[in-house]
């Protein structure tokens, strides 16, 4: 059975990311996510500089990162954090997360799929109620991360919004 823990905020420094990406068409995400996966898990070992055993997921703009993407260009993330950005692997790529205040809700389930179908539940939750109740507004980053050496059941994956004052 589902459930969510209570959001708390944290103080992080900034998160720098590295892994792979899948461009996907129109709202339907799902072969963006399927294809990041597979992109990611096939060369994870090769990420020889990551911070521990934390997978991150995010909705991502390559343009951000690569010029040469069109602007207009959305994709799914999947990526390890990592000590730098020094030591990205050839033909993988990297991004940064601002540091500074996040609220995390974590998504508790009895399986991996159940975990993954609360992200999109929590981010709502925490965008449209929690984030505006408490004086804040969303910052540039919103991302889950499931660590991967936890162990199982049950399974978290676990939503991080940026937090910013709601009049700054």
């Given amino acids: 059975m589902l459930k969510f823990s209570e959001p ?14 899948a461009a996907f068409e129109g709202n339907d995400e799902g072969p963006g996510w399927q294809a990041a ?7 994870q070992s090769e990420i020889i500089n990551h911070t521990d055993g934390v997978v991150l997921g995010f ?5 951000k990162d690569h010029p040469e993407v069109p602007p207009a ?4 993330f999947i990526g390890a954090e990592v000590a730098d950005l020094q030591h990205v692997p050839a033909g993988m790529s990297a991004t940064r997360f601002s540091g500074g205040r996040y609220v995390i809700v974590d998504c508790i389930g009895d399986t991996a799929d159940e975990a993954a179908t609360g992200v999109g539940d929590a981010i709502n939750f925490l965008s449209s109620s929690w984030i505006p109740q408490h004086g804040y507004r ?11 050496k936890a162990p199982r059941p049950p399974h978290v994956e676990s939503v991080y919004i940026k937090l910013e004052p709601a009049g700054g």
């Fill in 37 to 43: 996966e597979r992109a990611f898990f096939s060369r």
């Fill in 8 to 21: 708390r905020i944290i103080e992080c420094g900034p998160y720098q990311v590295v892994g792979a990406y």
């Fill in 59 to 63: 909705l991502y703009r390559p343009h």
């Fill in 138 to 148: 969303e910052g540039d980053a919103c991302f889950s991360a499931g660590d991967m």
């Fill in 73 to 76: 260009v959305r994709a799914c």
